[in-house]
């Protein structure tokens, strides 16, 4: 297993993300498959695992506190987050912090991070109203959290706002980063700005949850004629062991297949050359159906709705690659009058684009696929109300 340094501790380059963890028909966790997993994953030099208060509607905490209570506690290390992106009418961080080290049985998290610090929960966070910096900093002068960081999917500039605050408090980051979105999403950007900081990176969706691991056949082939004994799968994770800043790479695996062939990625590193990644650069370019805005901003000076096209274009972009409610949340919480459905079709924004890209019907299209994804409003309903029963069932 490949190690990386992180403040004297020796961490995996694979970890155990636990937010796509093996099902039964009944939909309920499967807990004896997670059990193997994990004793393979230790066995093997993964030491690292990850968890968060919504992954699987509150029961991933319970299922890996039960999990891992069957090992010796210095052998891994335990992540939890705070759960302050969810839209609530209040925030209470010593209520949820007591809730998840009582749900994962532990005294102490190793990690703790603030759960994605995004444009809509940054001021959350920040706010001394709540006092969910001050408590967490609190709680780890206690030695109840040995590391404290964030986690986000939040755009450059808020990235940067945020940073400007709290880079003092901030150990570590946990960025989405891959192939694909070092250009769709300035991951790029993101990592320069955390090695600039001196923030170690630790990376979720390294494969895009999976959209990475199915390529078509031209793009496979490509990849096959170059290393014909290295899997997709491979490729995806090898193109993340030389970014620098990198220190461990979360997979949500989700069965005993996923993690051998992941564990054995992992064994011994294996550069990729310059070549291979231009590749990978090359195919990540031809699966994206985007539109060719590039932000020149000319759109919105007459726009008389004064919609940010630039965003909402982006968003549309990361939506036809693969849509997710993380990539519409940023949409969601617009006032009515910025999202898409706004835009009056004038036509203004059109006659003056130098890509000449017709920017009313992309919105159009955007509103119309914005309207397929779940809200997020709904998805932190759903898991509050499945928390509070998992409450009352502890009680």
């Given at each position: 297993?490949?190690?990386?340094?992180?403040?004297?501790?020796?961490?995996s380059?694979?970890?155990?993300?636990?937010?796509?963890?093996?099902?039964?028909?009944?939909?309920?966790?499967d807990?004896?498959?997670?059990?193997?997993?994990?004793?393979?994953?230790?066995?093997?030099?993964?030491?690292?695992?990850?968890?968060?208060?919504?992954?699987?509607?509150?029961?991933?905490e319970?299922?890996?506190?039960?999990?891992?209570?069957?090992?010796?506690?210095?052998?891994?290390?335990?992540?939890?987050?705070?759960?302050?992106?969810?839209?609530?009418?209040?925030?209470?961080?010593?209520?949820?912090?007591?809730?998840?080290?009582?749900?994962?049985?532990?005294?102490?998290?190793?990690?703790?991070?603030?759960?994605?610090v995004?444009?809509?929960?940054?001021?959350?966070?920040?706010?001394?109203?709540?006092?969910?910096?001050?408590?967490?900093?609190?709680?780890?002068?206690?030695?109840?959290?040995?590391?404290?960081?964030?986690?986000t999917?939040?755009?450059?500039?808020?990235?940067?706002?945020?940073?400007?605050?709290?880079?003092?408090?901030?150990?570590?980051?946990?960025?989405?980063?891959?192939?694909?979105?070092?250009s769709?999403?300035?991951?790029?950007?993101?990592?320069?700005?955390?090695?600039?900081?001196?923030?170690?990176?630790?990376?979720?969706?390294?494969?895009?949850?999976?959209k990475?691991?199915?390529?078509?056949?031209?793009?496979?082939?490509?990849?096959?004629?170059?290393?014909?004994?290295?899997?997709?799968?491979?490729?995806?994770?090898?193109?993340?062991e030389?970014?620098?800043?990198?220190?461990?790479?979360?997979?949500?695996?989700?069965?005993?297949?996923?993690m051998?062939?992941?564990i054995?990625?992992?064994?011994?590193?294996?550069?990729?050359?310059?070549?291979?990644?231009?590749?990978?650069?090359?195919?990540?370019?031809?699966?994206?159906?985007?539109?060719?805005?590039?932000?020149?901003?000319?759109?919105?000076?007459?726009?008389?709705?004064?919609?940010?096209?630039?965003?909402?274009?982006?968003?549309?972009?990361?939506?036809?690659?693969?849509?997710?409610?993380?990539?519409a949340?940023?949409?969601?919480f617009?006032?009515?009058?910025?999202?898409?459905?706004?835009?009056?079709?004038?036509?203004?924004?059109?006659?003056?684009?130098?890509?000449?890209?017709?920017?009313?019907?992309?919105?159009?299209?955007?509103?119309e696929k914005?309207?397929?994804?779940p809200?997020?409003?709904?998805?932190?309903?759903?898991?509050?109300?499945?928390?509070?029963?998992?409450?009352?069932?502890?009680?």
């Amino acid at each position: 297993m490949i190690y990386r340094d992180f403040k004297g501790k020796k961490i995996s380059m694979l970890s155990f993300g636990t937010m796509r963890l093996p099902t039964l028909e009944n939909g309920q966790i499967d807990e004896e498959q997670v059990l193997e997993m994990t004793r393979l994953a230790l066995s093997r030099g993964v030491n690292y695992f990850d968890t968060a208060y919504p992954y699987h509607n509150g029961q991933s905490e319970l299922v890996m506190g039960r999990v891992l209570k069957n090992f010796d506690r210095d052998s891994f290390y335990l992540a939890d987050k705070y759960p302050g992106h969810q839209i609530s009418e209040s925030y209470n961080p010593a209520e949820i912090f007591e809730e998840q080290l009582k749900k994962c049985g532990v005294d102490y998290f190793d990690f703790y991070l603030l759960h994605n610090v995004y444009e809509n929960s940054m001021d959350i966070y920040l706010d001394e109203k709540w006092g969910i910096l001050e408590y967490f900093r609190e709680q780890k002068r206690l030695g109840r959290i040995k590391h404290l960081g964030f986690s986000t999917h939040a755009r450059l500039k808020t990235l940067e706002k945020f940073l400007e605050i709290a880079h003092e408090d901030m150990e570590f980051c946990q960025i989405q980063l891959n192939y694909m979105d070092w250009s769709l999403q300035d991951a790029k950007g993101k990592v320069e700005l955390l090695n600039q900081y001196n923030i170690p990176i630790f990376v979720m969706e390294p494969l895009r949850g999976g959209k990475l691991c199915s390529l078509s056949y031209e793009n496979e082939q490509k990849l096959k004629s170059v290393y014909p004994d290295k899997s997709v799968t491979s490729w995806g994770f090898r193109y993340l062991e030389d970014i620098e800043g990198v220190t461990t790479i979360l997979s949500g695996m989700s069965n005993i297949e996923q993690m051998c062939e992941n564990i054995e990625t992992f064994e011994s590193e294996n550069h990729l050359t310059e070549n291979d990644k231009a590749l990978l650069y090359e195919i990540a370019e031809s699966m994206k159906n985007s539109v060719p805005c590039t932000a020149c901003r000319y759109c919105t000076k007459d726009c008389p709705m004064t919609l940010d096209i630039p965003t909402l274009i982006e968003t549309y972009n990361d939506l036809e690659f693969f849509a997710t409610t993380n990539s519409a949340m940023i949409i969601e919480f617009m006032p009515e009058n910025k999202k898409p459905s706004a835009c009056i079709a004038c036509g203004k924004c059109k006659k003056i684009c130098p890509q000449m890209i017709d920017i009313p019907r992309v919105l159009q299209k955007l509103d119309e696929k914005l309207k397929t994804i779940p809200k997020w409003r709904e998805i932190c309903r759903v898991r509050e109300e499945a928390a509070k029963k998992i409450r009352e069932q502890n009680k």
